[in-house]
């Protein structure tokens, strides 16, 4: 399998897994580590794709499932697929949807083919399988697409994930088989719930079919951050050096930056969006609960270090008013704080890892970076 994806790594720090690189799509190009914003219908949420340049992302992610059902593949891909559909230049990642019908269970019936489900808005029945998934990914035209996998939920006994990893297995081969656009790189996605020998499996058994990178799947569904750093530390170990490494719907910035520790590149989550709308804003002092009476008539900027649109020229006190009167404005401002915080953060990780500085970066984030509670 060949695409016009390309992975170089420009460093590597000396005291862990963490390094620097740059990813080519078809697109342009992005440096990683990085943060992809999920766009769920083909929209970040509150914001325009400008919005979105000027606060520093360059990659976004897009919802297979739910552009399946909402408006539809066939729509986008005759309007000249989701870029132009949307309005943004820059790469695209679409996942497979199976996380999507993973949390469905009560609406699903899984087969060796697929699975089968009701849809969460009208309840129509619909299949995916592996290749319903490669070719709604290919009509959207994403630059990196997804394998459909089955996404075990936590707990699950062992028996159970020694089926998904044979569903996932199964699946991806079925993907990899698939006619593919030359400028689109699929990513292969491994399974084995928290057993070590099952996630072993699942990632040689991927590796064996070559995708042109790697997610760790399963994983932000109910463990524990000591469980998730284990699962990534013994799965990335088996994982080629020379291809880009994926930790899906991890989100929390210390949870990202345990994940760049242990050899991760990319990251996706709906956190700093859906935060943002819920009034809660990412800071370098950690986070602030903007509803919180005492920023009333706080005339200072959500964070002081922050140059970001909302910050250098809305007040605490401002922000305040608009998500008391649930003003739309609220959410539009907060989410552009939040993901420029996202995009500035992997920046400044970036940076630190190109100088040999990342284990003082990491102390430094951790010392400042105090949780709820901040002012």
């Known amino acids: 399998m060949s695409s016009t994806l390309e992975f170089k790594i420009i460093n590597k720090c000396h005291a862990s897994r963490a390094r620097a690189g740059e990813i080519t799509t078809s697109h342009g190009k992005f440096a990683t580590p990085v943060f992809m914003p999920v766009g769920t219908q083909g929209s970040v949420r509150a914001v325009s794709p400008e919005e979105l340049v000027e606060s520093g992302v360059r990659i976004i992610l897009a919802n297979t499932y739910h552009l399946y059902l909402r408006p539809g593949h066939r729509i986008?891909?005759?309007?000249?697929?989701?870029?132009?559909?949307?309005?943004?230049?820059?790469?695209?990642?679409?996942?497979?949807?199976?996380?999507?019908?993973?949390?469905?269970?009560?609406?699903?019936t899984i087969s060796e083919e697929g699975v089968t489900f009701q849809s969460h808005l009208d309840g129509s029945r619909h299949f995916i399988g592996p290749e319903e998934a490669i070719n709604i990914q290919k009509s959207l035209g994403a630059d990196i697409i997804m394998t459909f996998d089955e996404c075990a939920p936590y707990p699950a006994d062992y028996e159970y994930i020694v089926n998904s990893v044979k569903l996932t297995s199964l699946w991806a081969r079925k993907c990899i088989e698939s006619e593919i656009d030359a400028n689109q790189a699929l990513f292969g996605i491994v399974q084995g719930g928290i057993y070590p020998d099952l996630r072993e499996r699942s990632a040689k058994e991927l590796i064996e079919l070559?995708?042109?990178?790697?997610?760790?799947?399963?994983?932000?569904?109910?463990?524990?951050?000591?469980?998730?750093?284990?699962?990534?530390?013994?799965?990335?170990?088996?994982?080629?050096?020379?291809?880009?490494?994926?930790?899906?719907?991890?989100?929390?910035?210390?949870?990202?930056?345990?994940?760049?520790?242990?050899?991760?590149?990319?990251?996706?989550?709906?956190?700093?969006?859906?935060?943002?709308?819920?009034?809660?804003?990412?800071?370098?002092?950690?986070?602030?609960?903007?509803?919180?009476?005492?920023?009333?008539?706080?005339?200072?900027?959500?964070?002081?270090?922050?140059?970001?649109?909302?910050?250098?020229?809305?007040?605490?006190?401002?922000?305040?008013?608009?998500?008391?009167?649930?003003?739309?404005?609220?959410?539009?401002?907060?989410?552009?704080?939040?993901?420029?915080f996202y995009s500035h953060l992997m920046e400044n990780i970036r940076y630190a890892i190109l100088e040999d500085k990342f284990d003082d970066f990491c102390k430094e984030f951790f010392r400042s970076y105090s949780g709820p509670g901040s002012d």
């Open 76 to 108: 986008i891909e005759k309007l000249g697929g989701l870029h132009r559909f949307m309005n943004w230049s820059g790469p695209i990642l679409t996942d497979s949807g199976g996380f999507q019908v993973y949390s469905l269970s009560r609406l699903r």
């Open 210 to 340: 070559g995708f042109d990178g790697y997610a760790l799947g399963g994983l932000s569904v109910g463990e524990d951050r000591a469980t998730r750093e284990k699962v990534i530390r013994e799965t990335v170990e088996f994982l080629p050096e020379e291809k880009p490494v994926y930790l899906m719907g991890v989100g929390k910035p210390e949870d990202i930056i345990d994940g760049i520790r242990l050899g991760v590149d990319m990251f996706d989550c709906v956190m700093p969006t859906r935060n943002a709308r819920n009034g809660t804003l990412f800071t370098s002092r950690g986070k602030l609960v903007i509803k919180n009476a005492r920023y009333s008539d706080d005339d200072r900027p959500v964070d002081e270090k922050c140059d970001c649109y909302t910050c250098s020229r809305y007040s605490r006190a401002y922000l305040r008013h608009l998500f008391m009167a649930k003003e739309l404005l609220s959410y539009r401002l907060n989410s552009i704080h939040n993901l420029y």
